[in-house]
């Protein structure tokens, strides 16, 4: 089941017809560059102005509001850690970005998520390591619900495509 899953899509995320689109902020919810910059462009001004009641949101964690212009119905906003060397818990507070974005969409009974590639921007996340905590913690949370029932990867760049596509297959020849 869970082989089928997950997808890796080269594009923008912006554009993805899901159930939730995620988006990688900072811990105000106000905006920012990259992608967090490009989802606020494309949702429109009200995404802000709901943004604005969320008290923002501490790293690891994620918060849901609506989409507004996107074709996406809903925005989970989590925040990733920035890149310190890999010693002040960097890896846990990824897996908090992937866990608790899933979580939230499985209670507002979601059932297609899309996630960009989480602190591998301004955050200097090394890539692959991302890629890898991406992937284990969407297998592992698809196999034990039945609500959430498709990931998609986007990946801005066809290189980061690549790698994604590289680690999914890894994942998936493990059983
Ligand atoms: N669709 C998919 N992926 C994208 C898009 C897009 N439209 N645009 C960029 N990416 P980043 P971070 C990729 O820097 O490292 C913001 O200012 C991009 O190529 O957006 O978590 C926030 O407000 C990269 O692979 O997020 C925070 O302050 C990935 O998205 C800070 O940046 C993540 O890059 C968060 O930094």
């Known amino acids: 089941m ?3 899953a ?8 912006t554009k993805m017809q899901v159930d939730a689109i995620v988006n990688a902020a900072n811990t105000t ?4 560059g990259g992608v967090d910059g490009a989802i606020h462009r494309a949702a429109g001004p009200r995404l802000l102005e709901e943004c604005k009641t969320l008290n923002g949101c501490p790293t690891g964690q994620a918060k849901i ?3 507004y212009n996107l074709p996406a119905r809903h925005v989970i906003h989590t925040v990733g850690p920035v890149w310190h060397g890999g010693g002040q818990g960097e890896d846990e507070l990824l897996v908090g970005c992937y ?6 969409a499985q209670e507002h009974g979601l059932e297609t998520i899309a996630f960009p590639s989480i ?3 301004a955050y200097r996340f090394p890539l692959e390591r991302a890629c890898r905590i991406a992937v284990a913690e969407a297998r592992t949370f698809l196999a034990a619900q039945d609500q959430v029932k498709k990931v998609y990867f986007v990946c801005f760049s066809e290189d980061n495509a690549a790698v994604y596509r590289k680690i999914l297959q890894e994942a998936q020849s493990f059983g």
């Open 99 to 104: 866990r608790h974005s899933l979580r939230l």
């Open 6 to 13: 997950m997808e890796v899509v080269q594009g923008d995320i």
């Open 29 to 32: 919810l106000l905006g920012g």
């Open 119 to 121: 602190s591998t921007g």
């Open 2 to 4: 869970t082989q089928y």
């Open 65 to 67: 509001t609506g989409g």
